[in-house]
């Protein structure tokens, strides 16, 4: 599995989990998915995220949107 797909499921999984806690415990939950949201968007200007350094670290193959 590529970076990139991995940076996507983890997106969509925290994203998902928060709107549940949303949902369920406090809508102060939905914080979350808007800071997931706004890394998502500088990711794809800027080409940086975090976590996609510490995949490459771990030794998952290269995507194309992070080296």
Do not use: E, H
């Amino acid at each position: 599995m590529s970076i990139d797909r991995v940076v996507l499921l983890f997106a969509g999984g925290v994203v998902f989990a928060a709107s549940i806690l949303a949902y369920l415990a406090s809508p102060y939950w939905l914080l979350l998915s808007g800071f997931v949201g706004l890394n998502l968007m500088q990711a794809s200007v800027t080409g940086f995220c975090p976590l996609a350094m510490v995949l490459k670290k771990f030794g998952f193959a290269p995507g194309v949107a992070f080296k």
